[in-house]
Nanobody, 124 residues
Framework: QVQLVESGGGLVQAGGSLRLSCAAS????????MGWFRQAPGKEREFVAA????????DYADSVKGRFTISRSNSKSTVYLQMNSVKPEDTAIYYC?????????????????WGQGTQVTVSS
């Protein structure tokens, strides 16, 4: 079992920055690839970013590439999402997720553990 708790969401103006954190507990965090997803009102949950177990490999949705950065600290059992140059269309609930494999995944059904989500609202 893995427990995930997100934090760092809030209200930010367009063009601003925000850093989300996800603290993990339970089974060995360093063995799991991790990801961030988001869900806007009336839309399906979508992939945002993913990172391999050792942080070497990362992947991003085209909509956030060049603006968001995913990273992790295995010593702190925490994964981060640095969000820069945010846009109103980034407004959503952001979810942290963990896989049961070491290698990054982009499909939602590859993730077995989810946090409760944190709201990000970008004002124009």
């Amino acid at each position: 079992q893995v427990q995930l708790v997100e934090s760092g969401g809030g209200l930010v103006q367009a063009g601003g920055s925000l850093r989300l954190s996800c603290a993990a507990s339970g089974r060995t965090f360093s063995s799991n690839a991790m990801g961030w997803f988001r869900q806007a009102p009336g839309k399906e949950r979508e992939f945002v970013a993913a990172i391999s177990w050792n942080g070497v490999s990362t992947d991003y949705a085209d909509s956030v590439k060049g603006r968001f950065t995913i990273s992790r600290s295995n010593s702190k059992s925490t994964v981060y999402l640095q969000m820069n140059s945010v846009k109103p269309e980034d407004t959503a609930i952001y979810y942290c997720a963990a896989t049961v494999t070491r290698y990054l995944q982009t499909r939602r059904d590859e993730y077995g553990y989810w946090g409760q989500g944190t709201q990000v609202t970008v004002s124009s």
